[in-house]
């Protein structure tokens, strides 16, 4: 169990973290989402005792993290996947770790089998992808056995079947009890992975809450309807039916109808009464990103890629979101 | 023709918007002045002291020449900058793609080195030879003097030639820290040192640096195979070699 | 359009890539996926000519590379983020590349604005965080305004502001008509912008289909029906030979259905239907399938977790370790 509570971070006049009040807890794997600049990473650094809070407490199963009996084996992190001395080898690296926590050798060759750099053990660990870089940052982080996990975008750099993989490692990680705090940028994995959502915005609480909570509140959800193939007349028929009927309706490139504002139910009983039959009704959610939009849009103080000079030369410009460039995003730069 | 002049705008480009390589060709100018004024000022106070068991007559141009020991080691690392920043910042790969004939690449980094390392070269030899000349005192020389001129030149020429030797050999090495781990102890100890000792004096006579610094000195020692400006071509052919084994590499291997 | 004939790589004794033979055509994006060493950056260097093919040939257009004259104008790439000399600001380090093809100075400026990085225009390179780079490389390859783009993983970094922002881009572009050949290890991210897709596994062409083709073939496909009238529609579809498996929620799935089918049996009957979804796999599913064989870094012990059942299959072996050996921990608790 991680706990914020009135957690701040001034640098001079800046706020990075703002009044933050969150509880972590164990057998879930928590997503921690903000923009770049919204205070993650210093918010990650105060619970690991990086950084000092300027006012408020964060603790981990009551202490903060200086404090922790046995930090080495109660708490296990990933922040960044290169901060290994290149000329090291991948076990030598994770050798020294396990001595400073205390923690048995053979637990070693145990999590280098765990991350799959068994093979590669011996190779100096500068020689590594971003990818296998990434495995030995997990596998730092699992040595101790903890029970609480904090991973900072830990699919950086892997191939489908890594991500696959670290998606399985945090739900069964979670599922084993254990304290999962993920902070990533990519929101259709963290849909795929995260139970409870944290999103903090220039520095303050946003949402704390379960996802699916989480959809149903920043978002509305809609049906893809299809009428058979070929068929214009009833697919017509059944757009102005709905539309009449309360609903939006929007055609999908293939020939489907996407619509919302009503529910399945009262879309298949009009489609009966009007004789339109149905190839297709199924429910949609929309998407984890939609959401997230949709909450932190207001919080991205301004926008570049400003269309007003170049929109009628560049027409991606004019692309539906131009970039965010929050100034605060620059200060996560590795200076 | 064109393309061309595109590479060398854009090569030029690279070089002066980079801190390094602006700081280590103004470093090559302090340094040379700097340190032959040094050896010119103390001469003339030790004179008798310092050519006692001199076996030519005292060279004054040359002698205003004696911060080029040090001075060619910030020309060296220009032109190892030039090059080896590409492979450093992973830069090559753009630069390839963008101009994709890559002998003109080559040829247009090399041709700015060219022309900036020859108008830093001349501009360091003339300043080191007048103001070392003025600080000689009566040991002085001018340019009209026999064979001053030709020193005064090939000092110049000199430096440019050894940038663009380390500019072919950074492209045949491909990494910026092994040309330099390769040439400064090359140019700096190995050389001299091998100049020194006998038998293999014969040797290293033919070296880039020995070779072209005979151009420097006014008087040649009498057992010179060569004469200064054989010298300086001999200095020039290991130029050629350079960048032709630096163009062969950059052609055949993949970036 | 990018075409390859029979391409081939070979370092030494291994075939980085075999025979390579495919075309990438303007107007949709390509997603170009494999798994780490499946051969894609080798592939995409021998594009751009910067690898040489060890036989067969690249040609964009019918030319060869080398032959492009001011190739940036033709074919803009992002092949590696941080390719910048660090000491350089960004606006010299597009300023030379423009330069290099004869690019208007003013356009520097324009691509800056665009990604969003006007305001640190004139910062040395070297002190940008990895999403900044990124937009660098964005920037690098819109310069000349290309007919043809290729990105080699732009999201790594961004913020999911910038994920969006990225995504619109290169579907803008391929409606505008360019080609736009995008690699990626993200599945979901890949889910939503290709819209055909390149697979190679071992330097071998594995598929190079539409994306809902290659879902299509590489999943099993399930239909969901719901309906208040069980019974009815258990009879009509008995009728058609057609065996229903009731689900945990009510609802029934048909495996290898055809939704349109049912949606006809259904509707002939007079059934009301509540729910009619296919059920697609998703991308990353029919990738995992495709590439099961072909994945160099196998994480977990043997046998290999993922082979054959990346779907339904238990936990990875590590996990079942854990699990007991949490069990035991437990255990030792509870006495």
Not at chain 2, 43 to 65: V, Y
Not at chain 3, 89 to 115: F, G, K, M
Not at chain 3, 132 to 152: H, K, S, T
Not at chain 3, 264 to 272: C, D, F, K, P, Y
């Amino acid at each position: 169990m991680i706990e914020a509570r009135g957690l701040t971070k001034r640098y001079g006049p800046h706020t990075a973290v703002d009044q933050l009040t969150f509880q972590v807890r164990p057998g879930v794997v928590t997503g921690f989402l903000g923009p770049n600049g919204s205070g993650k990473s210093t918010t990650m650094r105060m619970i690991l005792g990086l950084d000092d809070p300027t006012s408020g407490t964060v603790t981990i199963g009551g202490y903060p993290y200086r404090r922790l009996p046995n930090a080495g084996r109660t708490v296990g992190a990933l922040l960044d996947a290169k901060a290994v001395h290149g000329g090291r080898s991948a076990r030598s690296h994770l050798l020294s770790l396990a001595q400073l926590a205390g923690v048995p050798r053979q637990r070693v060759d145990h999590v280098l089998d765990v991350v799959g750099l068994r093979d590669v053990a011996r190779r100096r660990a500068g020689e590594f992808s971003l990818g296998m870089g990434q495995r030995l940052g997990i596998a730092g982080a699992l040595l101790g056995d903890p029970e609480v996990l904090l991973f900072d975008e830990p699919v950086n750099g892997l191939d489908p079947e890594g991500i696959l993989w670290v998606r399985t490692l945090m739900k069964g990680l979670a599922a084993e009890g254990r304290t999962v705090f993920v902070s990533s940028h990519l929101m259709s994995e963290m849909a795929l992975t995260a139970d409870h959502l944290v999103v903090i915005g220039q520095g303050r609480l946003l949402a704390d809450m379960g996802v699916r909570e989480f959809l149903d509140r920043h978002s509305t959800g809609f049906a893809r309807v299809r009428t058979p193939d070929g068929a214009g007349e009833q697919r017509r028929l059944l757009a102005k039916v709905l539309t009449d009927a309360g609903a939006r309706t929007e055609p999908e490139p293939d020939g489907a109808l996407k619509v919302s504002g009503l529910p399945l139910p009262r879309i298949s009983d009009l489609a009966h009464q009007h004789d339109v039959r149905l190839h297709e009704l199924s429910p949609h959610q929309a998407s984890l990103e939609e959401a997230y939009m949709r909450l932190t849009q207001s919080e991205v103080t301004y926008r570049s890629g400003v269309p007003a000079a170049g929109a009628a030369e560049e027409p991606w410009g004019t692309a539906p979101h131009p970039y965010g460039t929050a100034p605060g995003g620059f200060g996560e730069s590795e200076v | 023709m064109a393309a061309a002049a595109a590479a060398l705008r854009s090569e030029w480009t690279k070089i002066r918007t980079v801190r390094s390589t602006v700081v280590t060709l103004a470093a090559a100018f302090v340094v040379t002045v700097g340190l032959s004024a040094l050896l010119c000022l103390l001469t003339n106070h030790n004179f008798s002291e310092a050519t006692r068991n001199a076996t030519t007559p005292f060279d004054a141009t040359a002698t205003s020449f004696g911060g080029i020991i040090l001075g060619q080691l910030a020309v060296i690392v220009f032109g190892v900058l030039v090059m080896g920043n590409e492979y450093s910042s992973g830069m090559i790969r753009l630069s390839l793609a963008a101009v994709p004939r890559r002998g003109v690449l080559l040829a247009a980094k090399a041709s700015v080195v060219l022309v900036l390392a020859l108008v830093v070269g001349l501009l360091t030899s003339f300043v080191s030879f007048l103001l070392g000349q003025a600080l000689l005192g009566s040991h002085s020389t001018t340019l009209g003097a026999p064979h001053v001129l030709r020193a005064v030149l090939g000092a110049g020429f000199y430096m440019t030639l050894l940038c663009l030797f380390s500019v072919g050999v950074t492209a045949m090495l491909r990494n910026q820290t092994l040309s330099l781990g390769i040439l400064m102890p090359f140019f700096f100890l190995v050389s001299p040192i091998l100049s020194a000792v006998p038998k293999v004096k014969t040797v290293a006579r033919y070296f880039p640096d020995t070779a072209g610094r005979a151009v420097i000195s006014v008087y040649q020692p009498a057992d010179a195979p060569y004469g200064p400006w054989t010298g300086l071509g001999i200095c020039a052919l290991w130029v050629v070699a350079a960048l032709l084994g630096g163009w062969l590499v950059l052609d055949r291997r993949d970036a | 359009m990018i075409e390859l004939h029979e391409l081939t790589k070979r370092y030494g004794d291994k075939l980085a890539v075999d025979r390579l033979s495919f075309a990438i055509p303007p107007g949709v994006v390509t997603g170009f996926l494999g798994p780490n060493g499946a051969g894609k950056s080798t592939t995409m260097r021998m594009i751009l000519d910067l690898d040489r093919p060890t036989s067969g040939r690249v040609t964009i257009d019918g030319k060869h590379y080398a032959q492009l004259r001011e190739p940036v104008k033709y074919i803009g790439a992002l092949l590696e983020a941080k390719a910048a000399h660090p000491g350089r600001s960004a606006y010299h380090h597009l300023l030379w590349l423009a330069q290099s093809n004869r690019i208007p100075a003013r356009r520097v400026d324009e691509v800056l604005t665009l990604v969003g990085l006007q305001e640190v225009a004139r910062k040395r390179s070297g002190g940008f965080s990895l999403g900044m780079g990124q937009r660098l490389g964005i920037a690098a390859a819109l310069l000349g305004d290309p007919r043809i783009v290729m990105f080699d993983e732009p999201v790594n970094g961004l913020d999911p502001e910038g994920i969006l922002w990225v995504r619109n881009l290169m579907k803008g572009l391929a409606a505008e008509g360019r080609t736009v050949f995008v690699s990626s290890h993200l599945m979901s991210e890949m889910a939503l912008t290709a819209d055909h897709l390149v697979v190679i596994g071992r330097g071998k062409l594995l598929a190079d289909l539409p994306m809902t083709e290659f879902i299509d073939r590489n999943s099993r496909s399930t239909v969901r029906v719901r309906t208040p009238a069980p019974e009815a529609l258990l009879d009509a579809l008995a009728r058609a030979d057609v065996v229903p498996r009731r689900a945990d929620d009510g609802a029934f799935e048909v495996d290898g259905g055809d939704a349109a089918q049912i949606g006809e049996l259904a509707s002939a009957a007079g059934v009301t239907l509540h729910e009619l979804s296919p059920q697609r796999a998703s991308l990353e599913e029919a990738f995992m399938r495709m590439t099961a064989e072909s994945v160099e870094y196998q994480a977990g012990a043997e046998p290999p977790p993922y082979g054959g059942e990346p779907l339904t299959g238990p936990p990875p072996a590590w996990g079942a370790d854990w699990q007991e050996r949490w069990g035991t921990k437990q255990k030792k608790r509870e006495s």
